[in-house]
């Protein structure tokens, strides 16, 4: 399966915006999906994830700001990001752990990436 993040783009801090991971190809089912997010020189670090059940967790530095969310019936994901620093400037990936050859067998699925800038 491959999928395809979109979204990014140049804001104002305060700003908004929502970013979107489509999928495409066979998912028998979707365990966690996660929104990461990378800046030259700097490790992936995760920045909000979602259960199967729908469980949203953050990592502090979002908190209150970014929500995460999914289209269950498409398997997309979202991410909205208020309130936008320019700390937050970065290339943010979409993560699933999916099941795609066999409903059992889960796998490790990452997006392109889209950029985000959040600049004056």
């Not at 398997?75 to 400037?89: A, G």
Request: proline share 4%; charged share 15%; glycine share 10%.
């Amino acid at each position: 399966v491959q999928l395809q993040a979109s979204g990014g783009g140049l804001v104002q801090p305060g700003g908004s915006l929502r970013l979107s991971c489509v999928p495409s190809g066979k998912i028998y089912s979707v365990d966690r999906m996660t929104w990461y997010r990378q800046v030259p020189g700097k490790q992936r670090e995760w920045v909000a994830r979602l259960s199967n059940l729908g469980a949203a967790d953050y990592n502090d530095f979002v908190k209150g700001r970014f929500t995460i969310s999914k289209d269950n019936a498409k398997n997309v994901l979202y991410l909205h990001m208020n309130s936008l620093k320019p700390d937050d400037t970065a290339v943010y990936y979409c993560h699933y752990d999916a099941a795609t050859v066999h409903p059992l067998i889960f796998s490790g699925f990452w997006g392109q990436g889209t950029q985000v800038t959040v600049s004056s």
